[in-house]
Structures are given as structure tokens and as C-alpha cells.
């Protein structure tokens, strides 16, 4: 694992009868313990990242023609082998409700294992919810980074470089 836990405090929601969430005050307030990265849940940010960015290429290229469309998905699934959740690529697609979700998700579930991914989505698509949340884990994140943050991020970047090195290796003795 790595870094330390932290409390989050979310408001209580539910749908009007519109569908919009909106909080609800007839609720206590739901305080959660959000625990330490682990690597199974980084492994998990990793592929969902990937699934996303790739996704989000197939999506933009929908105005190129066959071949570009083709191409732009193979250079994006080959360019997705490389991105985690620790990149600075990685912060758009994470920086939503959806990312912001699932990061939520896998740092509640020990400690509330009630919760599901969409009931987090709900919690973080209430407004004020969503910006208490990034508000700590952003405080949250820079204390981890000076600690044991930075020693996954080395050791990443180290597996990263050696996997472009074996790449570039392969692709020379293919040439």
C-alpha cells in the first residue's frame, strides 16, 4: 500500500423527481475512510485508464476515414500500454465523475464494503460532494507524493523504460 488514510465527508443524496441528485438532508451524512492505494487497485485505475484513453481516440477519430480511424485507435492502444494512473496524460480522463468514482470506489471498499462503484458515482455527482472529495485527495495526494508515492513512481517509471527498452529491441530485431 501506499500512502496514509484519510475522511471524507459526503453529503447524503437521492433523485428528485426530475432524476437530478440533489442532496438530501433528511439523511445523516455518510463519513468515509478512504485507505491507501494499493497495487491492486492501481492495477485497476491502470486498465480502466487504458480502456478510456482508447475509447476517447475511437470516439474523436469517428470524423476520419477508415484507414485514419484505424490508425489512430492502433497508435492510441499502443500509446495506452504506457499510461497510469501516476501520469500527468492520465489526470483528464481521471479528473471526471467517472474517474474520480472509481478512484473513490477502490479506496472505500475495504472500509465500507456496502458500497458499490454506482452508488459513489451518485455520492460525487452531487456537486459540493464531488469537490470535497477532490479538495482531500488532492491534499491527500501531495502529502502521499513526498513520501511513498514518489518510490512507486520510480519504481513505475523504471518498469516503463525497461518495457520501451525490450519495445525498441524487439522492433530492431524485426527490422
Known amino acids: 500500500m501506499f500512502g496514509a488514510s484519510f475522511e471524507v465527508e459526503f453529503c447524503a443524496v437521492s433523485r428528485d423527481d426530475n432524476g437530478v441528485i440533489v442532496k438530501d438532508d433528511s439523511k445523516p451524512k455518510l463519513v468515509l475512510l478512504c485507505r491507501p492505494v494499493t497495487l491492486e487497485a492501481a492495477a485497476t485505475l491502470d486498465v480502466w485508464l487504458r480502456r478510456r484513453y482508447v475509447k476517447a481516440v475511437e470516439e474523436a477519430a469517428t470524423d476520419l476515414g477508415e484507414d485514419d480511424r484505424r490508425l489512430a485507435v492502433v497508435n492510441a492502444t499502443r500509446e495506452a500500454v504506457s499510461l497510469t494512473w501516476t501520469n500527468p496524460q492520465a489526470l483528464p480522463l481521471l479528473n471526471c465523475v467517472d474517474g474520480m468514482a472509481l478512484m473513490a470506489f477502490l ?47 520510480k519504481a513505475l517509471a523504471q518498469s516503463i523504460l525497461a518495457l520501451r527498452a525490450n519495445r525498441a529491441k524487439q522492433q530492431q530485431q524485426q527490422s
Open 107 to 153: 479506496a472505500v471498499r475495504e472500509s465500507a464494503p456496502h458500497m458499490t462503484l454506482e452508488a459513489m458515482r451518485s455520492l460525487l455527482s452531487y456537486g459540493p460532494n464531488y469537490f470535497e472529495y477532490v479538495e482531500k485527495l488532492n491534499s491527500f495526494q501531495a502529502e502521499a507524493a513526498k513520501v511513498s508515492l514518489e518510490s512507486f513512481r
